[in-house]
C-alpha cells in the first residue's frame, strides 16, 4: 500500500503565493510521474502541473497556470511540491496530489492519490 499526504493550503491574498508538498511513502519501487490536480465547487477535477519522472523530469502545466507555479520534487523524500506565485481567486480548489509508481510488492503500476489540501485565494 502506498500513502500520499499533502500539506501546505490553506488562506491567502490575491497575488499571494503558498507552497504544496506531496509525500510518498509505502510500498514503492520507483516513481513514474507525479502531479497536482485541483477541483474548484461545481466543477471538474483538473491537471494543474505534471512531472514526469522517468522522462527527464519534464513538466507541463495548465494553461492557466503557466508562468505562475512551478512543479518540481525532491527524489530522495520521494515527495512533490507546487510553488503557487500570484495567486488569484479563481485558483481557489481543492488539490489533489496524484503519483504513478511501480509497486515494490508486486513490480505492477499503481495510481494514487491524496487527500486533498484545500486553497483559497481571497482578500
Known amino acids: 500500500q502506498v500513502q500520499l499526504v499533502e500539506s501546505g493550503g490553506g488562506l491567502v491574498q490575491p497575488g499571494g503565493s503558498l507552497r504544496l508538498s506531496c509525500t510518498a511513502s509505502?510500498?514503492?519501487?520507483?516513481?513514474?510521474?507525479m502531479a497536482w490536480y485541483r477541483q474548484a465547487p461545481g466543477k471538474q477535477r483538473e491537471l494543474v502541473a505534471h512531472i514526469n519522472i522517468i522522462n527527464r523530469d519534464s513538466t507541463n502545466y495548465a494553461d492557466s497556470v503557466k508562468g505562475r507555479f512551478t512543479i518540481s520534487r525532491d527524489n530522495a523524500k520521494n515527495t512533490v511540491y507546487l510553488q503557487m506565485n500570484s495567486l488569484k481567486p479563481e485558483d481557489t480548489a481543492v488539490y489533489y496530489c496524484?503519483?504513478?509508481?511501480?509497486?515494490?510488492?508486486?513490480?505492477?503500476?499503481?495510481?494514487?492519490w491524496g487527500q486533498g489540501t484545500q486553497v483559497t485565494v481571497s482578500s
Open positions: 509505502g510500498s514503492i519501487f520507483s516513481l513514474n510521474a
Open positions: 496524484n503519483a504513478d509508481i511501480i509497486s515494490d510488492y508486486d513490480d505492477d503500476e499503481y495510481d494514487y
